[in-house]
């Protein structure tokens, strides 16, 4: 629970969060501390894995080695003579796809029944692994249930070499020698199954073909027939007819060729005639446009014609501008000009004649070929008349003619091939008998123990400490609660009647215990240095953590700094302080609060100098109640005044109420936490419900904590302080209650 404002000392501040760095040094204390885990863990599974691996059985393998080319060697000629079945991956592009397959066929369940039934293995008893079965009727129907194949197949292991052709197959067997023989086995079956495959295919394409060819035989002897006879019905020539073929077949090329050349000048001409046939009919356009066509312009002719018709006009012109009208000059120039335009055209409109004619006679010429050309197509169709037909037959004979050689050929090849007993699997080296067994392995097995009872003892540790719920560590107080962490008291030594030793500054000042409670007094005395603490409570989670012995232990130290130190047993369920001073308790505290007896009269001095005992007195039936009263609080401002500090014990916060109730009346409020034994949940809620209250809570102190245990490694200065004043012995661990 995250601490609230009310739950923090005056002055404290938290650390800036920084990366946890690994500490091995933890990890190692847990593996030390855990150790009687680890080691018997460790020691089981050692002896256990020796045990199973002692009776286990011996397992051997043997090696034969192999090597698969990727093409059997050529003996024939390849070119003239092909196999029926390629021996081999043919390409480098397939030769993955082909080492894989045959990888699966080295483990299949041919070869496997090859080598069965080469060695007889289903009747050996030895390899079925039944020797040992005395009734003869039981071991027969064990025998027949089982699958010698598939004990071949389960044993059989194939390794190809990485970046080579070689293979190894390993065999195992409990037999070395079973082993070896097994592996030979495989091996010599694997090559059989091989030559097995091309042998039987080969074999039935042969008979494939020689059925192909009975057939083709009866075909072609019928085709061969079919075109003799046509031949004969129609007294045909092989030589005419493709003679005669051919003629018509140039004279038609030479008419489509001729007619081809009349469409395209009649396309010529055609465009002109009809701009000639227009002019020809409005005598108007004579004059313009008749001159930019072809026949004109190209016209020498006209060309001189219209050349003495310009002349004519431009001399008109001069006369029109010396004489008036009528004049006998100007007149015969009139008279000259009409008759060159006449001349002019006349001489255009016989050139557009002649074009006329010309694109007349292309088209009679087109209509004539296209008569030429239909002739020749049925001439052309009349001679073909019978062609298809004819030459049905003849591809249909050819056809056969071809496919029958073709056939005839690669019987003859396959007769050749299936007589060659070649495979481009051979045997490298053979397996020989094994002199060390490859399972069980003691030495690896050990070692792998070994390493599994480190691993996993060293993971039972860390998951028992995982599990352990217990505050250990000033982290998990600070971090886990919330609080401030105060200091340690270390394990008390006990006295020599064996109860324990409660006045331990005063015992034994010395110690490492007496040097934590003065660190501790200094501490308190540092967190309000302005505003000294007067009323300190004392309290714990649980009972039993030593919240009594640490709050006498501290108005002891305190005591010894020159204060007046009271020490108040608030304790109603299980008062204790007056047996820790021998005092009686006929009168305290419950006397006070109800109004009997004075200060004076119930609170005890003791042989500490300066420290004075307010012990519980009679023990009410109502403990929470008493302290709720003003009575209380009226006398805790009593002792105020008269002491310098007061020490509260009081009953545990998570039991009773009574502890919540005095803290919310004093300075501030010390936890008690017993090392390994506390629960960070209980702690919680001690401090959950303290916080509740707004209580001050001051810190918290880790109690009984054994410093010579590796799990407080981090408190061991403590320890070499104590060691370091000769109180070793006096630092046996002992409970505090």
């Not at 609080?633 to 109420?657: G, N, T, Y």
Request: glycine letters at 4%; proline letters at 4%; aromatic letters at 6%.
């Amino acid at each position: 629970m995250p601490a609230t404002p009310n739950t923090q000392p005056e002055g404290y501040a938290s650390a800036p969060e920084q990366s946890e760095a690994i500490d091995l040094r933890a990890y190692w204390r847990v593996i030390l501390r855990r150790r009687w885990l680890i080691i018997p863990f460790f020691v089981a599974t050692v002896l256990v894995t020796a045990l199973v691996t002692l009776r286990q059985t011996k397992i051997y393998d043997a090696t034969c080695t192999i090597i698969i080319d990727l093409s059997a060697p050529k003996v024939l000629d390849t070119q003239q003579m092909q196999d029926v079945v390629e021996t081999g991956a043919g390409a480098m592009f397939w030769s993955r796809e082909y080492y894989e397959t045959q990888y699966k066929v080295i483990t299949s369940r041919a070869v496997a029944q090859r080598v069965v039934d080469r060695l007889q293995l289903g009747t050996n008893l030895r390899f079925l692994g039944l020797e040992t079965i005395g009734d003869a009727s039981e071991r027969e129907q064990r025998r027949l249930r089982t699958d010698p194949v598939a004990i071949v197949q389960k044993n059989l292991r194939v390794e190809p070499v990485k970046d080579s052709r070689i293979v190894r197959i390993r065999f195992e067997h409990p037999d070395a020698e079973t082993a070896s023989l097994l592996a030979n086995a495989v091996a010599e079956a694997y090559v059989a199954e091989n030559l097995a495959v091309k042998t039987s295919t080969t074999q039935s394409a042969s008979d494939w073909l020689e059925q192909q060819l009975a057939d083709l035989e009866v075909k072609l002897e019928k085709s061969g027939k079919e075109l003799f006879d046509f031949k004969k019905q129609h007294d045909i020539v092989a030589t005419s007819w493709e003679d005669r073929q051919s003629m018509v077949s140039q004279r038609l090329t030479a008419t489509n060729e001729a007619l081809t050349r009349a469409r395209i000048q009649k396309a010529q001409l055609e465009a002109r005639n009809e701009a000639i046939q227009a002019v020809v009919k409005d005598p108007d356009k004579l004059d313009g446009e008749a001159e930019s066509l072809q026949p004109v312009a190209a016209s020498q002719a006209i060309q001189a014609l219209k050349i003495r018709y310009l002349e004519a006009k431009a001399e008109c012109a001069d006369l029109k501008l010396k004489y008036l009208d009528r004049h006998p000059k100007l007149e015969a120039c009139e008279t000259k000009v009409a008759l060159a335009r006449a001349s002019l055209q006349h001489e255009m409109r016989t050139a557009l004649g002649a074009a006329r004619n010309e694109y007349q006679e292309v088209a009679k010429t087109e209509r004539n070929l296209q008569t030429l050309l239909n002739d020749t197509k049925a001439d052309a169709f009349g001679l073909n008349q019978y062609e298809r037909e004819y030459l049905e037959l003849k591809r249909t004979h050819d056809n056969n003619q071809r496919v029958y050689e073709v056939l005839l050929k690669r019987l003859k090849d396959t007769g050749v091939t299936g007589m060659l007993q070649v495979s481009n699997v051979r045997i490298l080296d053979r397996a020989r008998p094994s002199g060390r067994p490859i399972r069980p392995d003691l030495r690896q097995n050990l070692l792998f123990a070994i390493m599994i009872g480190l691993l996993g003892g060293i993971a039972l540790a860390f998951g028992a400490e995982y599990l352990d719920t217990s505050i250990t560590s000033q982290e998990q107080i600070e971090e886990k609660l919330g609080i401030t962490f105060l200091g340690i008291i270390p394990s008390i030594s006990k006295n020599p009647d064996g109860t324990a030793q409660d006045l331990v500054v005063h015992a034994n000042p010395k110690s490492a215990a007496a040097e934590c409670l003065r660190a501790l007094r200094t501490n308190l005395l540092f967190m309000s240095p302005d505003k000294p603490l007067k009323t300190i409570l004392v309290t714990s989670s649980s009972p039993q953590e030593g919240k009594t012995t640490t709050a006498a232990a501290l108005a002891e130290v305190m005591a010894d700094s020159g204060n007046r130190v009271l020490l108040v047993d608030a304790d109603m369920r299980r008062p204790r302080l007056h047996r820790i001073f021998n005092l009686p308790n006929g009168a305290g505290l419950s006397s006070l609060i109800l109004g009997q007896g004075t200060l004076d009269d119930v609170v005890k001095s003791t042989t500490v100098p300066g420290l004075f005992v307010l012990p519980c007195g009679p023990v009410p039936p109502n403990p929470a109640e008493l302290l709720h009263t003003e009575a209380f609080a009226s006398l805790l401002e009593q002792l105020e005044k008269r002491f310098d500090r007061i020490i509260i014990d009081s009953p545990p916060v998570a039991v009773v109420a009574d502890a919540v109730v005095i803290s919310t009346r004093v300075a501030g409020t010390l936890m008690v936490l017993k090392a390994g034994v506390t629960s960070r949940d209980v702690a919680k809620r001690a401090v959950r419900a303290l916080a509740d209250v707004n209580a001050r809570i001051l810190g918290a102190i880790l109690n009984d904590l054994d410093l010579e245990d590796q799990k407080y490694g981090q408190y061991y200065y403590y320890y070499r302080y104590g060691y370091y004043y000769g109180d070793k012995k006096g630092s046996q661990a002992a409970g505090i209650s």
